[in-house]
């Protein structure tokens, strides 16, 4: 019996693996915008998009994992972290965004690569598979709808609309003025981790992360008539399903914008955050479909 307490207290710990032991550090240039980014493992390319309030070390539990089978390229989106943050709420259009992950593979001189993301990184990857279908192999979607479902919710599901007026606040002028890097990190549920964190956020551009949302996020009166290519690779899709900003409801339907095999998995007890919710259950999930043959 003190044995197994032993290994338990041994099991508890363990903290999360310090930022400077996961893969080689380098930066990309996304014409002009130098991106930052962290790299482990060879093989086929698996660019990691974080989300928001977060950064590249959110996969951290996914990376060793992946790193098996994959060269993993996690990256900080432009306007976090270590990466440029440029001025102007046009330097965080879609296009842009989606020209910093067509950046990512010519750097590393792939000519398809795996994309997973997560919040704005999905947004992001959705945004890849349409526009580069010839890019994207396959793509793998944590809590964030296809943008035809969110906003077909936007326009029709009152409680999508309520749970959605965090997103029309960050789209006025002063909304920055209003956030601070300790705030945006209490979601960060490891200490050690959370201290990290803050000295992330510390490092990035409020501005920046809020230019996401009034360069891109829909506006009102929200519309679900929008014309969107359909995405032609496979689709997974991880959805924690007490996510309180993205309703799941806007889950339906997306087989419809999915012209391959589409493999939904929604995760019960896990929040937005779905990767650090259920690290294991999800980085599991993601290696098994990546490797299944």
């Not at 197994?4 to 990309?28: D, N, R, Y």
């Not at 660019?47 to 089978?69: C, E, I, N």
């Not at 009152?158 to 997103?167: L, V």
């Not at 997306?254 to 779905?274: D, I, M, N, Q, R």
Request: hydrophobic residues 40%; aromatic residues 10%; proline residues 6%.
């Amino acid at each position: 019996m003190r044995a197994i307490l032993a290994c338990a207290c041994l099991i508890v710990a363990v903290g999360p693996v310090p930022a400077q032991e996961l893969g080689k550090e380098g930066f990309v240039d996304s014409n002009g915008v130098k991106l930052h980014y962290r790299s482990m493992g060879e093989g086929p390319l698996v660019v990691l998009l974080h989300g928001f309030p977060d950064y590249w070390y959110t996969w951290r539990d996914q990376m060793p994992a992946l790193s098996k089978h994959f060269q993993v390229v996690a990256i900080d989106l432009r306007g976090y972290n270590k990466s440029d943050q440029p001025e102007g709420v046009e330097q965080y259009r879609m296009d842009k965004l989606v020209g910093d992950v067509v950046a990512v593979l010519k750097h590393f001189k792939q000519k398809k690569a795996i994309v997973v993301g997560h919040d704005w990184g999905g947004a992001i990857a959705w945004n890849v598979a349409m526009m580069h279908p010839e890019l994207v192999e396959r793509l793998v979607i944590l809590n964030l709808p296809h943008p035809n479902g969110l906003l077909r919710e936007l326009a029709n599901n009152p409680q999508q609309h309520k749970n959605s007026a965090y997103a029309r606040e960050f789209q006025k002028p002063e909304a920055a003025k209003l956030l601070r890097p300790e705030f945006l990190v209490t979601w960060v549920k490891e200490a050690d981790a959370r201290k990290q964190y803050v000295e992330a956020m510390r490092r990035s551009s409020l501005e920046g992360m809020l230019n996401y949302y009034k360069a891109n996020y829909p506006r009102e009166p929200y519309k679900s008539d929008v014309k969107l290519p359909l995405v032609k690779c496979p689709v997974l899709m991880i959805h924690g399903l007490d996510d309180q900003y993205l309703l799941p409801g806007a889950l339906n339907d997306t087989w419809k914008w999915v012209e391959s095999e589409l493999t939904l998995v929604t995760v019960p007890g896990a929040g937005h955050f779905v990767h650090r919710d259920k690290p294991e259950f999800v980085t599991r999930k993601i290696a098994n479909w990546l490797t299944e043959k």
